[in-house]
């Protein structure tokens, strides 16, 4: 009797369906970027310079990455007008729903491929791809997507292989906020850079930053916004630097 | 020839040791818990079986090699003591229809298709009658590609179904069986690839995985009559109710009437 137990256990589990794949979590680089506890002070604000060079200097190399994720996550959220390629399968359609314009069972995802920008002078599949994996819902996609950057060719002639996970807020409405964590190898004209981890938050049409930590001086966000200005968030909210002072949101004024 | 085949037909008839009268030494096989004894042999239109053991018995159907199905199933009855008895029977049922294909072409990822029975049958045997309860677990999968413009999915279903028969056995030679099929369980799963294009840079794949339950009863019974000669056995009867496929244990959701036909010989 004890050759019944895999065949029920069987009837459970072995139903040939496909499960969705597990987006990872990001909650803990969510909560870095949402709870930030640093004071910029005359004492800190030297520390964070020299702590935020490094991240500030890759954010600006990169800065294309951001605009190819935009692209693509504007792509996604305009399905309704792309074409329909091929549709193939078997499906038993129990419960149809739509999520972009696009009726699908209950348990879809989504692969997005794009190929990178390149410099301009390279055929396609020279120029690598992003591959970024969406779980779908009623109202569009789950905030978090990930995949991996294969060989991806910048305009600025960097290459990015690694994994990368964004989330993506605001939707279906509108994106407000892209979360990017990026881990790999980058290279140029063949030469590769050290192996590196980088997050930043991309926000359409206001800037960029990146979640710095000052040595005994707390979390804050470094970044800069498009108008060309430094951005920096601390406990007290946003503030506007330049060269040579940062005004807080009340005013108050701290040399760097 | 026309001479010959009545000769023909009545050697096959009772030619060869009696392995197949309907007494307690040569029970009938297919709803049952019973076993081929250890080297007999049933061939027929369907199955062929041979007896291992004492208690266990192996089968194909020759008809799906033809189709090049590959498929095979072993019966084990662990325990069996005063006319009754539990047996266990597990199948294999494969189809790749890169058998099909004469030059194979690298890295393709040709549809595959299998089915995998279990079936749990318990007897009972009182004087002129053996009752039968049967529990048919079947697990049906289909993987692959056919061509990347045409198929790329998997799917399936799994199936419990309820088979009780009930065998009157009037003479040594004649018996009448009421036998039906009952849906316990029927579950459909799928995938389907969509593939959207947004512009010459990017595509989409959006791939919706779905499983449904089959609600509402389903299920038929059949009335037959069963010969047993010497050697030679022959079923004829009619089944009314939903159309359950063969070894798949699915079923067609159609109510008709359609025959009960098998015939074979035990050596």
């Not at chain 1, 959220?77 to 193939?88: F, G, P, R, S, Y």
């Not at chain 1, 729903?97 to 599949?125: D, H, K, N, Q």
């Not at chain 2, 085949?5 to 818990?33: C, N, Q």
Request: overall charge negative; glycine content about 10%.
């Amino acid at each position: 009797m004890r050759a019944l137990l895999p065949v029920a256990l069987c009837l459970g589990a072995c139903t040939n369906e496909v499960e969705p794949p597990k987006a990872p979590n990001m909650s803990a680089l969510v909560a870095r970027y949402t709870q930030i506890d640093g004071e910029l002070t005359p004492e800190t604000a030297p520390r964070l310079l020299e702590a935020s060079a490094a991240k500030l200097g890759f954010l600006a190399d990169t800065e294309e990455l951001l605009g190819l994720i935009e692209a693509v996550a504007t792509g996604i959220a305009n399905l309704d007008d792309a074409t329909v390629k091929q549709e193939d399968g078997l499906a038993a359609r129990a419960q149809p729903l739509t999520a972009a314009g696009v009726t699908i069972e209950a348990g879809a995802w989504a692969i997005y491929r794009r190929v990178c920008p390149g410099t301009g002078a390279e055929a396609r599949p020279s120029r690598g791809k992003l591959s970024l994996t969406l779980l779908l819902t009623d109202d569009g996609f789950e905030p978090v997507v990930w995949g991996g950057l294969a060989q991806c060719l910048l305009a600025s002639a960097l290459r990015m292989d690694g994994d990368i996970r964004l989330r993506v807020d605001g939707l279906p409405a509108g994106i407000t906020g892209v979360l990017v964590d990026f881990e790999g190898q980058l290279s140029q004209e063949g030469a590769p850079w050290e192996r590196l981890r980088f997050d930043a938050r991309y926000v359409p049409g206001e800037g960029v930053l990146t979640a710095v930590d000052v040595p005994d001086g707390g979390t804050f966000l470094v970044g800069y916004g498009f108008d060309g200005g430094v951005r920096v968030v601390d406990a007290q909210g946003p503030w506007r630097c330049d060269t040579s002072v940062c005004v807080g949101p009340d005013g108050q004024r701290v040399p760097w | 020839m026309k001479r010959a085949l009545p000769g023909l037909l009545g050697l096959l008839l009772v030619a060869g040791p009696a392995a197949a009268y309907h007494d307690p030494e040569t029970p009938a096989t297919d709803y049952s818990i019973y076993t081929l004894k250890p080297w007999e042999l049933r061939l027929g239109l369907f199955a062929a079986e041979l007896g291992l053991l004492e208690s266990v018995q192996v089968s194909t159907y020759p008809l799906f090699w033809l189709v090049k199905v590959k498929n095979a199933q072993i019966k084990w009855r662990p325990w069996e003591s005063g006319g009754r008895g539990v047996s266990l029977e597990l199948g294999i049922f494969s189809l790749d229809l890169a058998d099909f294909v004469d030059e194979q072409e690298a890295g393709k990822d040709y549809p595959q298709f299998k089915v995998v029975p279990f079936n749990l049958v318990g007897s009972s045997r009182h004087d002129d009658f053996t009752f039968n309860a049967g529990l048919s677990f079947t697990w049906v999968n289909f993987s692959g590609t056919v061509d990347s413009a045409d198929l790329e999915a998997v799917g399936g279903a799994s199936t419990v179904m309820f088979r009780p028969a009930i065998e009157y056995r009037l003479s040594r030679t004649f018996a009448l069986v009421a036998e039906g099929r009952v849906k316990i369980y029927e579950r459909y799963s799928g995938r389907v690839v969509t593939t959207y294009t947004i512009d010459a840079d990017s595509e989409v794949d959006v791939v919706g995985s779905a499983g449904a339950e089959v609600d509402g009863p389903k299920g038929n019974v059949g009335l037959s009559a069963y010969w047993s000669w010497a050697t030679f056995n022959l079923r004829l009867g009619l089944t009314y109710g939903h159309i359950a496929v063969p070894v798949v244990n699915v079923f067609i959701p159609q109510v008709s009437v359609f025959p009960i036909v098998d015939a074979f010989w035990r050596f």
